[in-house]
Nanobody, 127 residues
Framework: QVQLVESGGGLVQAGDSLRLSCAASGRTFSNLVMGWFRQAPGKDREFVAGISRGGGSTDYADSVKGRFTISRDNAKNTLYLQTNSLKPEDTAVYYC????????????????????WGQGTQVTVSS
């Protein structure tokens, strides 16, 4: 079992930045493929960014490329999402997700591929 706790959300203005964090416990963090997703009211949960076990491979949704950066600190069991140049359309609940995987270098982009989810952190961007 894996427990994930997100933090770092808040209310910001367009153009501002936030750093989201996701603290993991329960399994060896370096064996977990990790991802960030978001869900706005009335919309499906969508992929934002993903990172492989060792951090060497990453992938992003087109809507956030160049503005968001996913990273992980395996020594601290923590996943991060640095969000810059925020836009009102980035407003959503942001979730981190994890999947135990032995394969190195894979990034997962689909919600059903992930086994564990955090409770989410709200990001609201005003115009």
């Amino acid at each position: 079992q894996v427990q994930l706790v997100e933090s770092g959300g808040g209310l910001v203005q367009a153009g501002d930045s936030l750093r989201l964090s996701c603290a993991a416990s329960g399994r060896t963090f370096s064996n977990l493929v990790m991802g960030w997703f978001r869900q706005a009211p009335g919309k499906d949960r969508e992929f934002v960014a993903g990172i492989s076990r060792g951090g060497g491979s990453t992938d992003y949704a087109d809507s956030v490329k160049g503005r968001f950066t996913i990273s992980r600190d395996n020594a601290k069991n923590t996943l991060y999402l640095q969000t810059n140049s925020l836009k009102p359309e980035d407003t959503a609940v942001y979730y981190c997700a994890a999947k135990f995987m032995l394969t190195v270098g894979r990034v997962l982009k689909s919600p059903p591929e992930y086994a564990y989810w955090g409770q989410g952190t709200q990001v609201t961007v005003s115009s």
